[in-house]
């Protein structure tokens, strides 16, 4: 590189600093590209549950892929464990897994694999990969255990243990681990893949010091970091500074009936943020809390995504601040479980840190997402004789609420995944497991009503012909106090209906957060909630209302009813008639 | 005489490139038609019939052959004009089509809006029918149902219908009875099913390519038709031929079928023609750069042949048939550099365009583009750009340079100049990673082609980046899609449903043996329909490949298939052939697992001849007699003095050291301080580092080709 160096600082080539940027925001991106495309389990290759970073050999993030945007403020609280685990210990070649939540992690089914790579006989940097695996053991379903009590209960627990020792796989630790999981076969092909994306990350660090040098590519780095820095705390001054409340409630704590509630206050200083949870209800003795790390990290997303903030990396992440005593139901202590960590309890963590930015950004907050419903089912599969898992994302997909001047997507996925996870396919999956999937369409007058409306929900009905081994449902959402709010006069959606119709043709609902049985030929169905509203539904745009209307997603009926318009079913509009309804609505 | 003709018909000019029997080439440029595209075709052959001084119909009845490349099909997409278009699927899936998997641009932001929909849902219809999973009919066809959905598109005045059921690939019974009722109740409608498009699994993917089937079936079949008419009526009789999006090429019949196969064929011809230019110097593995005034599509040539993919995206919906592996990345001479709010210079991706352009143009723009970085820095000339058609105004790039990128960086206007042209070589670069290195390749084992308005200008620093240590900068760099298109083979890709697994090998051996004697089958049945000797056809096969239990698949060349019938024995190479190649893609293996074969995929070619190009003079190993100008230029810290040659006076032989600019017409090439430029027989240069000798690289770089390396499909000319 060529380029001359800044003046009065002769170090730092302000070019090189956005080259050196984009390349391991590359490398992060080819690691990535490996876990999609190479994965066994649909969790990786179609809901993208993982992230990959390149972080310095202290543990700062220095560049991220963004896949699993709830991962996107996570990656930083792993390393130190590690570090602290194997201070001096640690050579050329060696991977390290880890899922302990009390490790930095968030829940057990996440495992972190991570590579320090080294220059000059030090570490330089740490290439990892953070990703959901499709069963991590214990006696629920998937590592779903709702009537688990503590994190021995949900399965292996690893902490910081070299998988490969330089560059030998440990098989001894690899066979003891995967013994106690019920689905080695994936499993095993989704950490070797994982291992396959530190390396590919390894390679492209490598090249990188060897073209610029280690202690030039430091000081760059340096240089965009505190550059990130500059830039988000430029983006915080847009809110205006103050004390922002928000809070909202999960169905239930599980053990009771209890409504489990996150509260948050949101401190907005002078480019700086804190966030305040020590007001939260105390953690559950069931599966619905959080790791202090995750709801770190959801926290940080929901201001990343409010401020369409995209990079995450050590700079981005230091104007935050937090109170989060332990002892919460988002910061729950050892041993409690922390399974939903990454499921309900994120979704409130965003609701409640939504809800209070509302009233402070209002042009920019969105209506929340909707609430994850999710039943995992393990059966026999009859071609391959064995245990298999149909973790089946149809059930994800979660559309989210309105924003100024934006619907809701259809297909937003949960609050967690921000609309980066992928729909599967309705062939693959009839081909992977033995199902037949009768309807996958969205609902008509589903969606909470507002000037923006939310996403549609969608009725989902898929016939299993196999018998379950045990089946579980996670989430939250069925009663009208854990559904999204809508905001500014948006209608909030009713909530979803999870039921199981049996071959003799009674049908039933499915209770959330319970083991359920599958007989042959069941058919169970999801009504969705839509997402929630933004604005006054009597502000929105007639011929939204009309498309609307036309493409079948909102009844004649609605159309009067709640939006004040009046139209026929080929989308003719009596405007006349219309202003009046409009009129004589906003008056009652 | 004779001739044979290459016809780019692009969004704003045609492009011709004549060559003659005995090798003496003309090229041509006339505005493009939107409306009727044919006359403007037909304008460009009257002029080139006139420059030689005959009637049309003389000169069209001594043209053998006409290969032409539209993007009327791509256009049309862009600017939303193509036909009114309907989609019927099977009931419970309405809205797989336009859900498009929910896949959203952006996670950090709730405000984007998904993309307007090809087909608007309320002109989609779903019908009572279902296949499973084993291909059983479940549910018979409701022909009813068809006849009802006929009903609402003929009230919609519906002028193309797309159909795609779920398995359909399995069993496309209800898929043709559809159609045959469907072409009965509205005669006259351009129908198109998933079956006949796309045989694969993938609901989505194949209805979203059978949509765009449809959308621009009826619009390419008239263009197609009409062009036909009017050449036939003016005496030509030779083959007339039409360039897809996989680098190949095909005949009028497969055309009006298959219009989805042109969608991406505007950028596949560069590729092809850049690997015959270095077929000249039995270069096989290259990658190759084409650098234009808003993009750079970057795309990987491995022994010969570019890279293919089956998964692009056309206006954000799925296109799954397969098209050349371009990675198209936002830098390009108009690309807008800027400081953001952390201090960080950025290039790109939003672009000056040509109104109001870089801010040189002096037509209004403010903002400092990579040309004003060029100009800038003395590598472009002012009074000679585009062939001397635009005046450059120094002082106007300066002032945006200083104001948007100098100031604010605290950087001086050379250094600021340089920093641009050092972040969009680097983006570039790693445009170019995601096409090697990302596929398993080192591109440092490769030769750098740039070609463009704007490539050649970045070689040098691109190949540095990548630590590359060869270029070539073709002949008719600025035609080479038209050149491309009479270099290439006629191409037929077919896919096959499989479903095999490698630990059952009786079943697979004769599974695979049965597949590859129907698709060998069909793709002779096609080039004999084109009139394709038997000579000359060519097949590849390529199997889609998985270890069990992984949800995407590794398209894996598997050679010992084009060679005959698979033993059982052969087996186990062919299982490692596919670990390899998993391995140097992603890093590791499941080598102890089953693998699979999801499908089975022929590649049918056509060879065809190489056009005639002629020799260009020898001349002596100095250049001197190019000399136009010298004019200050920086490279690094320094401005140095810098020679300045003329393309059209350089002659075969001559060798340029630099630093030093090379201007043609319309391309403009940057020799580097650590590089030197030596000029080929055919007129294309090459470049390599100081310090080397230029006949070592070659013999380094160069290889034979294998037996199975064909879409050239040729050996060395």
Redesign the interface.
């Not at chain 1, 037949?436 to 969205?442: D, G, K, L, M």
């Not at chain 2, 952006?106 to 998904?114: D, G, I």
């Not at chain 2, 699994?201 to 993917?205: I, L, N």
């Given at each position: 590189?060529?380029?001359?160096a800044?003046?009065?600082n002769p170090k730092v080539d302000?070019?090189?600093?956005?080259?050196i940027?984009?390349?391991l925001d590359?490398i992060a991106e080819?690691m990535a590209?490996?876990l999609?495309?190479?994965?066994?389990?649909?969790i990786?290759?179609?809901a993208r549950d993982f992230v990959t970073g390149l972080l310095d050999a202290d543990g700062r993030l220095l560049a991220q892929s963004?896949y699993f945007?709830g991962f996107?403020c996570a990656l930083p609280y792993i390393v130190p464990p590690v570090l602290a685990r194997y201070k001096g210990d640690l050579q050329e070649g060696d991977v390290v897994i880890v899922n302990d939540p009390y490790s930095g992690n968030s829940h057990l089914p996440d495992m972190n694999v991570l590579k320090p790579v080294f220059d000059g006989g030090e570490i330089r940097f740490w290439a990892v990969c953070k990703g959901h695996m499709a069963d991590i053991g214990g006696a629920g379903v998937a590592g779903y255990d709702p009537q688990g009590e503590t994190v021995w209960d949900d399965g292996v627990i690893v902490p910081p243990t070299k998988l490969v020792a330089q560059g030998r796989i440990q098989e001894e630790v690899f066979n003891l681990f995967l013994r106690q999981v019920k689905l080695p076969?994936?499993v095993?092909?989704d950490i070797?893949?994982q291992?396959?994306?530190v390396?590919?990350g390894e390679?492209?660090l490598l090249d990188l010091i060897g073209r610029y040098g280690i202690q030039c590519i430091q000081r760059h780095a340096e240089a965009?970091l505190?550059?990130?820095?500059?830039?988000m705390r430029?983006?915080i001054r847009s809110i205006p500074p103050g004390r922002y409340p928000g809070e909202k409630a999960l169905d239930n704590d599980v053990a009771s009936d209890r409504p489990l509630k996150v509260r948050v206050e949101v401190t907005v200083g002078d480019g700086e943020i804190c966030f305040d949870f020590s007001k939260s209800d105390p953690q559950t003795p069931r599966y619905m809390n959080s790791t202090d790390a995750f709801t770190r990290s959801m926290a940080m997303l929901t201001v990343?995504?409010t401020l369409?903030?995209?990079q995450s990396n050590d700079g981005a992440l230091r104007p935050f601040r937090f109170v989060n005593p332990p002892g919460t139901c988002v910061h729950a202590e050892f041993p409690h479980s922390t399974v939903l960590a990454t499921c309900s309890m994120a979704e409130a963590v965003q609701e409640a840190v939504q809800l209070a930015l509302a009233p402070a950004v209002p042009d920019k907050v969105?209506a929340p997402s909707t609430k994850l419903i999710f039943p995992i089912i393990s059966y026999i599969h009859p071609a391959k004789k064995r245990l298999d898992v149909n973790v089946d994302f149809f059930f994800r997909?979660n559309p989210?609420?309105g924003?100024?001047?934006?619907?809701?997507?259809?297909?937003?996925?949960p609050a967690q995944?921000?609309?980066?996870?992928?729909?599967?396919?309705?062939?693959?999956h009839?081909?992977t497991h033995p199902v037949?999937?009768?309807?996958?369409?969205?609902a008509i007058d589903s969606a909470g009503a507002g000037q923006f409306r939310g996403g549609n929900g969608h009725q989902y009905?898929v016939q299993h012909f196999v018998p379950s081994v045990s089946a579980v449902v996670f989430g939250s959402g069925t009663r009208p106090h854990a559904v999204p709010l809508g905001l500014f006069g948006g209608r909030s959606p009713e909530p979803s209906e999870l039921t199981i119709e049996r071959a003799s043709g009674t049908k039933k609902v499915i209770p959330l957060n319970s083991f359920f049985q599958v007989e042959a030929g069941d058919i169970i169905e999801l009504r969705e909630m839509g997402g929630p509203g933004y604005g006054d539904p009597l502000e929105r745009d007639v011929d939204r209302v009309v498309r609307d209307v036309?493409?079948?997603?909102l009844s004649v009926a609605k159309a009067a009813e709640i939006y004040g318009v009046v139209v026929d079913q080929e989308g003719r509009v009596d405007h006349g008639a219309t202003t009046a309804l409009r009129q004589e609505l906003r008056k009652s | 005489m004779q001739w044979i003709l290459g016809i780019d018909v692009g969004g704003t000019f045609t492009d011709f490139l004549e060559i003659e029997a005995t090798g003496s080439v003309e090229i041509l440029k006339t505005p493009t038609t939107p409306q009727r595209p044919a006359e403007g075709v037909l304008a460009g052959l009257n002029k080139l019939a006139s420059r030689h001084s005959v009637t049309l119909e003389h000169y069209l009845s001594q043209v053998t052959l006409i290969v032409h490349g539209t993007t009327i099909t791509t256009n049309a997409i862009i600017t939303r004009n193509f036909a009114k278009t309907a989609y019927l699927t099977t009931k419970?899936?309405?809205?797989?089509l336009n859900?498009r998997?929910?896949?959203?641009r952006?996670?950090?932001?709730?405000?984007?809006?998904?993309p307007e929909p090809i087909v608007?849902?309320?002109l989609v219809r779903t019908v009572e029918e279902r296949v499973?999973?084993d291909g059983k009919i479940?549910i018979p066809l409701n022909e009813e149902g068809v006849r009802a959905a006929a009903e609402h598109f003929r009230e919609q005045h519906v002028e193309a219908i797309a159909v795609n059921y779920?398995?359909s690939f399995l069993h496309p019974a209800h898929e043709r009875k559809t159609r045959e009722i469907l072409e009965k109740e509205l005669p006259g409608i351009f129908v198109t099913i998933s079956s006949e498009v796309l045989p694969q699994?993938?609901?989505?993917?194949r209805g979203s390519t059978t949509v765009f089937n449809a959308c621009v079936g009826p619009l390419l079949r008239t263009y197609i038709c009409d062009l036909q008419r009017q050449l036939e009526s003016s005496a030509f009789r030779g083959r007339f031929l039409t360039m897809q999006s996989n680098g190949g090429v095909m005949s009028p019949e497969v055309v009006k079928e298959f219009a989805a196969n042109t969608l991406l064929s505007g950028p596949a011809s560069g590729p092809v023609a850049a690997s015959y230019f270095a077929r000249r110097h039995k270069l096989r593995d290259l990658v190759t750069i084409d650098m234009g005034g808003t993009s750079l599509d970057a795309c990987l040539v491995r022994d010969g042949r570019a890279s293919i993919t089956n998964q692009s995206e056309v206006a954000e919906y799925a296109l799954a048939l397969p098209s050349l592996d371009i990675h198209s990345i936002g830098a390009g001479g108009g690309s807008i550099a800027s400081v953001?709010?952390?201090?960080?210079?950025?290039v790109g991706p939003e672009s000056a365009g040509a109104v109001p352009g870089p801010a040189a143009y002096g037509s209004g723009g403010t903002k400092p583009t990579v040309t004003d970085a060029n100009l800038g820095l003395g590598y472009l000339n002012p009074d000679y750009f585009l062939g001397g058609e635009r005046r450059l105004n120094l002082d106007l790039a300066n002032e945006a340079i200083t104001a948007e990128v100098a100031r604010p960086?605290?950087?001086n206007v050379v250094?600021a100049a340089?920093?641009i042209i050092?972040?969009v070589n680097?983006?570039m670069a790693?445009g170019v990673?995601?096409v090697s290195?990302?596929r398993g390749f080192d591109p440092r084992d490769a030769v750098l082609v740039a070609a463009g308005g704007a490539g050649p200008l970045h070689a040098c620093g691109i190949a540095e980046e990548l630590g590359m240590q060869l270029i070539l900068v073709p002949r008719t760099s600025s035609v080479l899609c038209s050149t491309g298109m009479l270099v290439t083979d006629l191409r037929h890709d077919m896919v096959r449903f499989a479903?095999l697994r490698l630990d059952e090998p009786e079943h697979t051996v004769s599974a695979l043996n049965e597949l590859r004697r129907e698709l060998l089958a069909h793709g002779d049945k096609v080039l004999a329909e084109e009139h394709v000797p038997a000579g000359r056809r060519r097949f590849q096969f390529t199997c889609d490949m998985q270890?069990?239990?992984?949800?995407?698949v590794?398209e894996t060349e598997v050679a010992i298939l084009a060679d005959g019938p698979i033993r059982p024995k052969q087996l186990p190479t062919l299982a490692q052939t596919f670990i390899n190649h998993?391995e140097r893609v992603?890093?590791?293996t499941?080598g102890d697992?089953v693998i699979e074969i999801q499908s089975v995929r022929l590649s049918a070619i056509g060879v065809t001849d190489d056009p005639p190009f002629r020799n260009i003079a020898m001349g002596t190993r100095s250049a001197k007699a190019a000399v136009k100008a010298h004019r200050r230029a920086w490279f690094?810290?320094k401005a140095l003095v810098t020679t300045v040659y003329e393309s059209s006076r350089l002659r075969a032989g001559n060798e340029i050291s630099g630093p030093a600019i090379v201007e043609a017409a319309t391309t403009t090439i940057k020799v580097d301080p650590q590089w030197n430029l030596k000029v080929d027989p055919i007129g294309s240069y090459l470049m390599w580092e100081k310090g080397t000798a230029l006949n070592r690289l070659l013999a380094r770089f160069s290889r034979q080709a294998t037996s199975s390396s064909h879409q050239g499909g040729r050996g060395a000319p």
């Open positions: 590189m060529k380029s001359r800044r003046r009065g302000p070019v090189l600093v956005s080259i940027q984009n390349r590359a080819e590209q490996t999609m495309l190479t994965s066994r389990s649909g990786f290759a179609e963004r945007p996107a076969e994936i095993r092909g070797l893949c291992v396959g994306g390396n590919i390679r492209g965009y505190s550059a990130s820095e500059k830039s430029a983006k990343f995504a369409e903030h995209s969105a997909c989210s609420g924003t100024l001047g934006y619907d809701g997507w259809e297909q937003g996925g995944e921000m609309g980066m996870g992928r729909c599967p396919d309705p062939e693959i009839e081909l037949r999937i009768h309807r996958f369409e969205q009905r036309l493409d079948g997603y | 419970g899936f309405r809205d797989t859900s998997r929910g896949i959203k952006n996670a950090f932001t709730a405000k984007e809006a998904p608007p849902q309320s499973d999973r479940v779920m398995f699994v993938r609901m989505y993917e953001d709010a952390g201090g960080m210079l950025k960086m605290g950087l250094e340089r920093g050092a972040v680097a983006q790693n990673r995601q290195i990302a479903s270890f069990e239990g992984q949800f995407n590794l998993h992603y890093g590791y499941l697992s690094g810290k």
